[in-house]
């Protein structure tokens, strides 16, 4: 493989980015400067010295000024209720509700959905952890957003079934966000007014 293939490749495992789409990035990067691709280039590499995987939340975080940190300023700030874990897929649909300001409680990452067909789940989300974690922590409830689509309304029924044992033992309220969006609706891209509402309405 020569270099404009293997960058293809290479932008073809981002979100949502097809074989064209793929090309069309290394077209463009073709038609610049040396400069800017070497600010690109540098920037790649700087882009893990200065993020951070949040130990507890598993999200992803710019590291300021504190280099040492390995929690992120969530899970960090003594002021949020730990009593309340909500499970989102990935890290823009946390941020999606961190913006909205009206949910207080943790996160969990999940790193993924569950997929239909596939066996092997434990490869596409961080159900491990997310046992521990449930385990381990003063919880009185665990919501579930994930985006009203085939996939999403799968991942919360297995995680509600994986989920049982410790809930029922511990009590455990476990609730589902998504009875404000509609079909098809992605959580990344709901504005403030349908988040809350899901929130609200969650069952
Ligand atoms: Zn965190």
């Given at each position: 493989?020569?270099?404009?293939?293997?960058?293809?490749?290479?932008?073809?495992?981002?979100?949502?980015?097809?074989?064209?789409?793929?090309?069309?990035?290394?077209?463009?990067?073709?038609?610049?400067n040396q400069g800017s691709l070497e600010?690109?280039?540098?920037?790649?590499?700087?882009?893990?010295?200065?993020?951070?995987?949040?130990?507890?939340?598993?999200?992803?975080?710019?590291?300021?000024?504190?280099?040492?940190?390995?929690?992120?300023?969530?899970?960090?700030?003594?002021?949020?209720?730990?009593?309340?874990?909500?499970?989102?897929?990935?890290?823009?649909?946390?941020?999606?509700?961190?913006?909205?300001?009206?949910?207080?409680?943790?996160?969990?990452?999940?790193?993924?959905?569950?997929?239909?067909?596939?066996?092997?789940?434990?490869?596409?989300?961080?159900?491990?952890?997310?046992?521990?974690?449930?385990k381990n922590e003063n919880l009185k409830?665990?919501?579930?957003?994930?985006?009203?689509?085939?996939?999403?309304d799968h991942t919360d029924f297995y995680?509600?079934?994986?989920?049982?044992?410790?809930?029922?033992?511990?009590?455990?309220?476990?609730?589902?966000?998504?009875?404000?969006?509609?079909?098809?609706?992605?959580?990344?891209?709901?504005?403030?007014?349908?988040?809350?509402?899901?929130?609200?309405?969650?069952?």
């Open positions: 493989m020569n270099t404009v293939e293997k960058l293809t490749e290479i932008f073809k495992m981002f979100p949502g980015i097809g074989e064209r789409q793929a090309k069309r990035f290394v077209y463009f990067l073709m038609s610049r600010e690109l280039s540098n920037l790649l590499l700087q882009l893990k010295k200065e993020t951070r995987q949040c130990n507890e939340c598993f999200r992803f975080f710019s590291l300021k000024n504190e280099t040492a940190s390995t929690l992120c300023n969530i899970c960090k700030d003594p002021n949020i209720d730990s009593s309340t874990l909500l499970i989102i897929e990935r890290d823009s649909d946390l941020e999606s509700i961190q913006k909205s300001g009206i949910y207080n409680g943790k996160y969990f990452v999940l790193g993924g959905l569950v997929p239909i067909v596939e066996k092997n789940t434990t490869k596409a989300i961080r159900l491990n952890d997310l046992k521990n974690k449930t409830e665990i919501i579930l957003a994930f985006s009203l689509s085939p996939q999403g995680l509600r079934n994986e989920l049982k044992n410790i809930t029922e033992e511990k009590n455990i309220k476990i609730s589902s966000l998504g009875r404000g969006l509609s079909t098809g609706t992605e959580l990344e891209y709901s504005d403030n007014d349908t988040i809350k509402h899901a929130l609200q309405n969650r069952q």
